[in-house]
């Protein structure tokens, strides 16, 4: 590539244009790129909801559960199907392999069930999928001296329309204040009166009420009004959920983006037209952000860019340490810029977005994009130095070092080719990662050999001669290392035995330092996800999260919390379902200063004894509002099948009980099949039809009776209300009592006379696993060595007695770590042997790359002992480091080598060579090493919120590079002089 050298020099002012052009593009694209969290993850999947009215859950999974899964299996490609099946009720969680067409495998399971003949009055299964775009970007509280339905009115007629209208918004949904007239009947003065559901239904519906008396007043005979056989109150609509802000009642609004849109634009916006709203909100009304996700972004970001910047500066230093020349130093410098742009550039034309972790990439290429422009202005200078004129100077420096710097730069790359080849999460995240990467170094590459060369005629010919003669007899620290290397090449046994020893010694402190998957966010929020009995009523379910409420109001450090019953977890995916009066979530949005894990722990001991029925998980972090999307190292899930569910519930209790002895897991449950009484009706076709009653329309009416519907409308105060008829079966008190209950419309019959009826033990909601019965259990590892919990977990499980029909397996962050660190080693691995085979097409040879491979193990002494050091846990993220090390750490040994081999072909023997070639190559080895460590030790040292991830990176590729650049400069050249003893004869 000396060619593009000698066409920069030939043409200089020209190449200032062209990078000049570059630039300003570079910052357009930089401009308009998309800024999101995380990259881009297609969740892989996507969910079946079947609603089959007035079915028990037995019923549901037999007629329609088990027929929809076997379609989906039928669909095929899928990893794992959980069937949950509860009265009324199937729905179907499938999960696929990361990488599988989504699109194509939601179309291939449509087809299967268009082809089901399911049960009459069995709605059509609806395909709902699972994505973190479901996640609000922007979650607001609307408060004020009115009612739930008036704020609710105020969003839906103010609020709701101007959100939805924004570019890029998905969605603007509003929860809470949703109140109902429900009605509830005295089912015995209903028997007495020979009135049926059905028909009361009838004559609701056919009426506009003005007042709740009027309604009540409604004849239904003779001598009979509606206040004879029901009562009436205004309350929370059932399904619906009830909304708090820090203790007051509220209602929430939460808004989703497109998927192709930009988080933090989106998120601007809203805020933006929320800042208009509320200058026209009635008197005494407000909206509160509760949490906004482009903060978060915005922040970490902001810090990563910071932290990148000083690393720049910290580069620049550590050249002009070396050089002590300005001029010289600064040209090195703008290789930093140009090379970042460029990457920018390279990410847009590519689709990749800016995120926490191509934004960490970025930040780690810093140290490593100077590195050729380094070496390149370092040979120049030591041309200019011998008194050649800059042009010459350029030439034959590039002549020198064009072969290692494309060979270092290129090994450097072609490391993270088998990350493109890596399934699941790890390869869904790091991949953008890895690109990011690449095109910096490939920008950075070119830079090297055109605009350094170019820019080094602005070197003051005086400087450098004065720094000449200064340097004479050599820097001090040259002069320093010729006698210890002369030392360790007469004391070759001894140098490779002490590196031997340290070697294999630091893969001794991996179960000292310990392992774990991806860190947690420290977005400085807590998640609380209260659920209480099945058929917990909403009411009871709010009391409960008051009586939260009140610990979080008066122990932790809040800024504001929110509280929603009714509903669990923030992701909204599973919305289509309908609300479930026995759940309820807080989010708490803590004061910037506060502890996460401190506040997180106190809270989570202070619920532990809130009430008996309850439930109680506190999550920390981003993760929490996220819970199921496979972010974060904590979460734990077990999965016990077998063909009886006695065994299987059984298996339950026995595992749930040991891994409550096991220290550092917390928020453990378990789905234990609970059974109680329920009505049971078994409809007697025949006997209805000789009532004159149509079987279609007895099932919407046994769906009534189950469930309840809304029936009509009522206005209350210039408030219209919907009308809900409660479910007469949820108050039936016998089974004589059940038999007497009317059904029927024009004609009507005793149910008892049409269908057989009793009270069973049914079980609340039955779960599957891959089509078998199913429970599971789950829990969050709190831990730091995350790998040693999941050990010790293994290991008890192993020694349990369970019975034989029984399977488990383990998913969640084990797995997770199972299938990631499996599949980094065989990155790793491919990418030693990619490296290797670049290196031997370069120099022609199969034992110089050996001897250049052997900085790769050295590196880990420093890299692992950077880890203990800091006390980070060995994880994905450190593991991305390792592979980062087999691209970096091999330059300082290819453009040593490359010098001591044209050396010793030159004339000179072996020892000599490796003297004077180690002599020459000192400077520019020390200043890429210490430029690269320092322009990562900001993110190292992770005062950010954007270094969470590339904070254990940048440790790694820090501690490997002193360790390999330390032990390189004697180990490679000893190695070197007992492999290559023989003088070449001289070219």
């Known amino acids: 590539m000396s060619f593009l050298t000698r066409l920069s020099l030939k043409n200089r002012w020209a190449t200032f244009f062209l990078a000049a052009v570059i630039t300003v593009v570079s910052v357009l694209a930089l401009v308009n790129l998309k800024v999101e969290l995380m990259p881009a993850i297609e969740?892989?999947?996507?969910?079946?909801?079947?609603?089959?009215?007035?079915?028990?859950?037995?019923?549901?999974?037999?007629?329609?559960?088990?027929?929809?899964?076997?379609?989906?299996?039928?669909?095929?490609?899928?990893?794992?199907?959980?069937?949950?099946?509860?009265?009324?009720?199937?729905?179907?969680?499938?999960?696929?392999?990361?990488?599988?067409?989504?699109?194509?495998?939601?179309?291939?399971?449509?087809?299967?069930?268009?082809?089901?003949?399911?049960?009459?009055?069995?709605?059509?299964?609806?395909?709902?999928?699972?994505s973190l775009d479901a996640m609000p970007v922007v979650m607001l509280s609307l408060s004020g001296d009115l009612t739930g339905p008036e704020l609710r009115n105020i969003a839906a007629d103010n609020i709701i329309p101007r959100l939805s209208s924004i570019?890029?918004?998905?969605?603007?949904?509003?929860?809470?204040?949703?109140?109902?007239?429900?009605?509830?009947p005295d089912i015995q003065a209903m028997i007495d009166a020979g009135v049926s559901a059905a028909q009361l239904a009838g004559i609701l519906g056919s009426s506009q009420f003005n007042s709740l008396d009027e309604l009540l007043s409604t004849p239904l005979g003779t001598d009979l009004l509606l206040r004879d056989l029901a009562f009436i109150s205004l309350g929370a609509a059932p399904g619906s959920a009830v909304t708090t802000t820090n203790g007051s009642p509220s209602i929430g609004v939460m808004i989703t983006k497109a998927t192709e849109a930009n988080t933090v634009e989106v998120a601007n916006a809203v805020m933006a037209e929320i800042a208009l709203i509320s200058t026209n909100l009635p008197p005494g009304v407000t909206i509160t952000p509760i949490f906004d996700q482009s903060e978060f972004i915005e922040q970490s970001i902001a810090d990563l860019y910071r932290e990148a910047i000083v690393g720049a500066i910290l580069a620049v230093l550590a050249i002009f340490i070396?050089?002590?020349?300005?001029?010289?130093?600064?040209?090195?410098?703008?290789?930093?810029?140009?090379?970042?742009?460029?990457g920018f550039l390279m990410m847009y034309a590519a689709g990749i977005t800016i995120n926490m972790l191509t934004l960490s990439a970025m930040a780690l290429a810093v140290g490593r994009v100077v590195d050729d422009s380094i070496v390149v202005l370092e040979v120049i200078f030591r041309h200019l130095e011998n008194g050649k004129d800059f042009k010459t100077a350029a030439i034959d420096g590039?002549?020198?070092?064009?072969?290692?710097?494309?060979?270092?730069?290129?090994?450097?790359?072609?490391?993270?080719?088998?990350?493109?080849?890596?399934?699941?999460m790890v390869g869904e995240l790091f991949t953008p990662f890895a690109l990011t990467v690449t095109f910096a170094l490939l920008a950075s590459l070119i830079i090297a050999m055109t605009v350094i060369p170019a820019m080094s005629?602005?070197?003051?010919?005086?400087?450098?001669?004065?720094?000449?003669?200064?340097?004479?007899?050599?820097?001090?620290?040259?002069?320093?290392?010729?006698?210890?290397?002369?030392?360790?090449?007469?004391?070759?046994?001894?140098?490779?035995?002490?590196?031997?020893?340290?070697?294999?010694?630091?893969?001794?402190?991996?179960?000292?330092?310990g392992t774990t998957f991806l860190p947690s966010s420290s977005e400085k929020m807590l998640v609380v996800n209260l659920e209480m009995p099945l058929g917990t009523d909403l009411n009871t379910t709010a009391a409960t999260a008051r009586k939260v409420e009140q610990l979080i109001h008066t122990n932790l450090d809040w800024q504001t919390y929110q509280t929603t019953a009714g509903t669990a977890g923030m992701m909204g995916g599973m919305a289509a379902a309908g609300g479930d009066s026995n759940v309820a979530a807080i989010t708490v949005v803590l004061h910037p200063d506060a502890d996460l894990e401190t506040q997180a722990e106190m809270l989570r001991t202070l619920t532990e004894n809130i009430s008996p029925d309850a439930e109680i998980t506190v999550s920390s972090g981003i993760e929490g509002m996220?819970?199921?999307?496979?972010?974060?190292?904590?979460?734990?899930?077990?999965?016990?099948?077998?063909?009886?569910?006695?065994?299987?519930?059984?298996?339950?209790?026995?595992i749930t009980d040991m891994l409550s002895g096991i220290s550092g897991l917390i928020n453990i449950q378990s789905a234990v099949t609970?059974?109680?009484?329920?009505?049971?009706?078994?409809?007697?076709?025949?006997?209805?039809?000789?009532?004159?009653?149509?079987?279609?329309?007895?099932?919407?009416?046994?769906?009534?009776?189950?469930?309840g519907a809304v029936v009509g409308q009522v206005t209350v105060n210039d408030n219209n209300y919907d009308l809900f008829?409660?479910?007469?079966?949820?108050?039936?008190?016998?089974?004589?009592?059940?038999?007497?209950?009317?059904?029927?419309?024009?004609?009507?019959?005793?149910?008892?006379?049409?269908?057989?009826?009793?009270?069973?033990?049914?079980?609340?909601?039955?779960?599957?696993?891959?089509?078998?019965?199913?429970?599971?259990?789950?829990?969050?590892?709190?831990?730091?060595?995350?790998?040693?919990?999941?050990?010790?977990?293994?290991?008890?499980?192993?020694?349990?007695?369970?019975?034989?029909?029984?399977?488990?397996?383990?998913?969640?962050?084990?797995?997770?770590?199972?299938?990631?660190?499996?599949?980094?080693?065989?990155?790793?691995?491919?990418?030693?042997?990619?490296?290797?085979l670049v290196l031997v097409v370069t120099f022609r040879s199969f034992r110089n790359p050996f001897i250049i491979m052997l900085s790769l193990p050295v590196a880990c002494i420093g890299a692992l002992a950077g880890l203990l050091v800091t006390g980070n846990p060995l994880g994905i993220s450190a593991m991305m480091g390792f592979l980062m090390l087999v691209g970096i750490v091999l330059t300082n040994a290819i453009v040593l080598i490359t010098l001591i081999e044209h050396l010793r072909r030159s004339g000179m023997n072996p020892r000599n060579a490796i003297l004077e070639g180690g002599h020459i190559r000192l400077r520019p080895i020390l200043m890429t090493s210490l430029s690269t460590a320092l322009a990562m030790l900001p993110l190292a040292l992770g005062f950010g919120e954007g270094s969470i991830i590339a904070g254990e990176l940048a440790i790694v590729v820090i501690g490997g590079l002193i360790s390999s650049t330390a032990l390189t400069l004697y180990v490679v050249p000893v190695v070197y002089s007992l492999l290559n003893r023989v003088p070449v004869k001289a070219e």
């Open 322 to 342: 070396f050089l002590r020349v300005l001029r010289a130093s600064l040209i090195t410098a703008i290789s930093i810029p140009l090379s970042v742009l460029a």
């Open 167 to 184: 570019d890029g918004v998905f969605s603007a949904s509003v929860t809470g204040g949703e109140e109902q007239a429900v009605l509830i």
């Open 398 to 424: 590039i002549k020198e070092v064009a072969a290692p710097i494309i060979s270092a730069t290129i090994s450097t790359v072609v490391v993270f080719i088998p990350l493109m080849f890596v399934g699941g």
């Open 626 to 654: 996220a819970q199921g999307s496979g972010f974060g190292s904590g979460a734990f899930e077990l999965t016990v099948r077998g063909s009886d569910p006695a065994e299987v519930d059984q298996a339950v209790i026995t």
């Open 725 to 836: 008829l409660s479910p007469l079966l949820a108050g039936v008190q016998s089974p004589q009592q059940m038999q007497q209950i009317l059904v029927g419309g024009l004609h009507t019959a005793p149910l008892g006379e049409i269908a057989t009826v009793s009270f069973v033990p049914q079980p609340v909601e039955l779960l599957r696993v891959n089509q078998q019965p199913a429970s599971t259990v789950s829990a969050t590892i709190s831990a730091k060595d995350v790998g040693a919990v999941n050990a010790k977990i293994i290991s008890q499980l192993d020694g349990l007695n369970l019975p034989s029909g029984v399977e488990i397996t383990i998913g969640g962050v084990y797995e997770q770590m199972t299938e990631g660190f499996s599949q980094m080693f065989l990155a790793i691995g491919a990418a030693i042997i990619i490296a290797y």
């Open 457 to 513: 005629g602005f070197i003051s010919r005086k400087e450098v001669q004065k720094e000449a003669e200064i340097e004479s007899g050599g820097t001090w620290y040259q002069r320093a290392y010729r006698p210890s290397l002369d030392w360790a090449l007469r004391h070759r046994a001894f140098t490779m035995i002490t590196t031997a020893v340290l070697v294999v010694g630091s893969f001794g402190l991996v179960p000292i330092i």
């Open 43 to 130: 969740m892989p999947v996507t969910s079946v909801i079947t609603v089959y009215p007035g079915a028990t859950p037995e019923q549901v999974v037999e007629e329609v559960t088990k027929p929809v899964e076997q379609a989906v299996a039928r669909a095929g490609d899928y990893k794992q199907i959980n069937a949950v099946s509860s009265a009324n009720l199937s729905m179907l969680i499938i999960t696929y392999e990361y990488g599988v067409d989504m699109e194509a495998a939601t179309e291939a399971i449509s087809r299967e069930l268009a082809g089901l003949n399911l049960p009459a009055g069995t709605q059509a299964p609806q395909l709902f999928p699972i």
């Open 674 to 707: 609970q059974v109680v009484p329920q009505p049971h009706i078994k409809l007697d076709v025949a006997a209805a039809a000789q009532y004159g009653i149509d079987p279609e329309t007895l099932s919407g009416e046994l769906f009534l009776l189950a469930r």
